[in-house]
């Protein structure tokens, strides 16, 4: 479905679109599918893709194909975090990257609905079991004290200055510059996006530049425990965007409504048997190009938080807007 779907009614050329098209069913894929909070990276050395994903201490699995089949590797960090917090032996939402010849993951240390959390980092040349060294703390932290909760960190490099986007409801999302080798916060954090409506439900973000456009994405609603108790409809996770020519802020949705004042464009949401898609980030792919990547519920499956799985598709941007 084209994504220009606003926050109130279609424009009638996209309602058209969507009534004949629907969203995209998730590409395929074999082995060890069953994640939650999705990252994608491959290795240098040989191509093969890595995918990090939240929980037992940052779970990964390979690939010679973003396709699979995905052969489960084990813990990132088998002892957890150096972060003194609760969580520390749990860890959440990993961020990949490759700096300085080094391949990153970002993860986060908290407790389900607590502000008591911290962004850390991993490091390691290979990406291979065993070779991960934790650097605790990148200085991205929170408290009741403060207006965000640090989880969900994701890097960008923008024309050599590195950014960290965070955040999860409280006010939502953020951006804090990062030191020249992307380990530490260097200048204070502002916001970047936030919804004003019900429980400010907004996180996950992933920025991503096509064009002359930086992409903010990012999930709203209510992400887990469909098991126990399904939110009304519509009210479950799906996968948003805004954009802006700056990396650091003035994003907008397809309608102009600005990210800090409960813009979105929805990309992906429910449908068929596809159910809360979000934990979503985005990969150059050398042979599918731009692809949009997530978890998801099939409800042929189960609606348990381990029944998530990992989805992808190809993301078409001819209309200046992400389309799947």
């Given at each position: 479905?084209?994504?220009?779907?606003?926050?109130?009614?279609?424009?009638?050329?996209?309602?058209?679109?969507?009534?004949?098209?629907?969203?995209?069913?998730?590409?395929?894929?074999?082995?060890?599918?069953?994640?939650?909070?999705?990252?994608?990276?491959?290795?240098?050395?040989?191509?093969?893709?890595?995918?990090?994903?939240?929980?037992?201490?940052?779970?990964?699995?390979s690939s010679s194909s973003?396709?699979?089949?995905?052969?489960?590797?084990?813990?990132?960090?088998?002892?957890?975090?150096?972060?003194?917090?609760?969580?520390?032996?749990?860890?959440?939402?990993?961020?990949?990257?490759?700096?300085?010849?080094?391949?990153?993951?970002?993860?986060?240390?908290?407790?389900?609905?607590?502000?008591?959390?911290?962004?850390?980092?991993?490091?390691?040349?290979?990406?291979?079991?065993?070779?991960?060294?934790?650097?605790?703390?990148?200085?991205?932290?929170?408290?009741?004290?403060?207006?965000?909760?640090?989880?969900?960190?994701?890097?960008?490099?923008?024309?050599?200055?590195?950014?960290?986007?965070?955040?999860?409801?409280?006010?939502?999302?953020?951006?804090?510059?990062?030191?020249?080798?992307?380990?530490?916060?260097?200048?204070?954090?502002?916001?970047?996006?936030?919804?004003?409506?019900?429980?400010?439900?907004?996180?996950?973000?992933?920025?991503?530049?096509?064009?002359s456009y930086y992409y903010?994405?990012?999930?709203?609603?209510?992400?887990?425990?469909?098991?126990?108790?399904?939110?009304?409809?519509?009210?479950?996770?799906?996968?948003?965007?805004?954009?802006?020519t700056s990396a650091t802020?003035?994003?907008?949705?397809?309608?102009?409504?600005?990210?800090?004042?409960?813009?979105?464009?929805?990309?992906?949401?429910?449908?068929?048997?596809?159910?809360?898609?979000?934990?979503?980030?985005?990969?150059?792919?050398?042979?599918?190009?731009?692809?949009?990547?997530?978890?998801?519920?099939?409800?042929?499956?189960?609606?348990?938080?381990?029944?998530?799985?990992?989805?992808?598709?190809?993301?078409?941007?001819?209309?200046?807007?992400?389309?799947?």
């Open positions: 479905m084209p994504a220009i779907i606003s926050r109130g009614f279609l424009k009638p050329v996209a309602l058209f679109a969507a009534l004949v098209r629907g969203y995209a069913n998730p590409g395929s894929c074999s082995g060890a599918c069953n994640v939650h909070d999705p990252t994608l990276i491959q290795r240098s050395s040989d191509n093969l893709y890595f995918r990090f994903s939240t929980g037992n201490e940052i779970s990964y699995a973003i396709k699979g089949p995905w052969t489960a590797i084990g813990s990132m960090l088998p002892d957890g975090s150096s972060i003194d917090l609760p969580g520390n032996t749990d860890l959440w939402a990993p961020d990949a990257h490759i700096v300085d010849d080094l391949y990153y993951v970002y993860y986060s240390v908290s407790a389900f609905g607590s502000q008591d959390s911290a962004i850390g980092l991993a490091t390691s040349e290979t990406m291979e079991s065993g070779s991960w060294t934790d650097h605790g703390s990148t200085g991205i932290v929170s408290s009741s004290s403060k207006s965000y909760n640090a989880i969900d960190g994701n890097l960008i490099d923008v024309d050599g200055t590195y950014y960290m986007n965070f955040g999860s409801f409280w006010h939502d999302i953020y951006q804090v510059p990062m030191n020249s080798a992307a380990t530490k916060t260097s200048s204070s954090s502002y916001n970047l996006a936030y919804n004003a409506t019900g429980t400010h439900s907004e996180e996950g973000s992933y920025m991503y530049k096509y064009g903010l994405f990012f999930s709203s609603g209510i992400c887990c425990g469909y098991d126990t108790s399904r939110p009304a409809t519509g009210e479950e996770y799906k996968i948003k965007v805004c954009r802006s802020g003035a994003f907008v949705d397809a309608d102009g409504t600005a990210c800090t004042n409960s813009g979105g464009t929805t990309v992906l949401a429910s449908h068929s048997t596809v159910y809360g898609p979000g934990g979503q980030g985005v990969y150059d792919d050398p042979s599918l190009g731009p692809v949009l990547y997530y978890h998801y519920v099939d409800t042929t499956v189960g609606y348990a938080d381990g029944d998530k799985l990992f989805g992808w598709n190809a993301i078409d941007f001819s209309s200046g807007w992400p389309v799947v």
